[in-house]
């Protein structure tokens, strides 16, 4: 059964740090290219960051560039996204997602981060 748990988030205020983290189980993370995605009230979901299977290339939606890191940790199927600077605009329920070609995508539960004073 394939499971993806994002933990880590929370109430934060602006230009404080949170790590979300994302436990997979039930599929070769390895081979898995993963991402982050974040959905504010109202809006459509957007991408964040995303890391290739191997780790070696990651990029990063504008906004959040030069603030948020995402790393992974195949050892322990485990993707992570370092959070760092942040704003109330990043408030958003964050999702985590593996992909491997357009066949086969799995999506967690997501978990919720508010920046706010």
């Known amino acids: 059964q394939v499971q993806l748990v994002e933990s880590g988030g929370g109430l934060v205020q602006p230009g404080g740090s949170l790590r979300l983290s994302c436990a997979a189980s039930?599929?070769?993370?390895?081979?898995?290219?993963m991402s982050w995605y974040r959905q504010a009230p109202g809006k459509e979901r957007e991408l964040v960051a995303a890391?290739?299977?191997?780790?070696?290339?990651?990029n990063y939606a504008d906004s959040v560039k030069g603030r948020f890191t995402i790393s992974r940790d195949n050892a322990k199927n485990t993707v992570y996204l370092q959070m760092n600077s942040l704003k109330p605009e990043d408030t958003a329920v964050y999702y985590c997602?593996?992909?491997?070609?357009?066949?086969?995508?799995?999506w967690g539960q997501g978990t919720q981060v508010n920046v706010s004073s």
């Open positions: 997602k593996a992909a491997y070609s357009t066949w086969y995508v799995y």
């Open positions: 039930g599929f070769t993370f390895s081979s898995y290219a």
């Open positions: 890391i290739t299977s191997a780790g070696g290339i990651t």
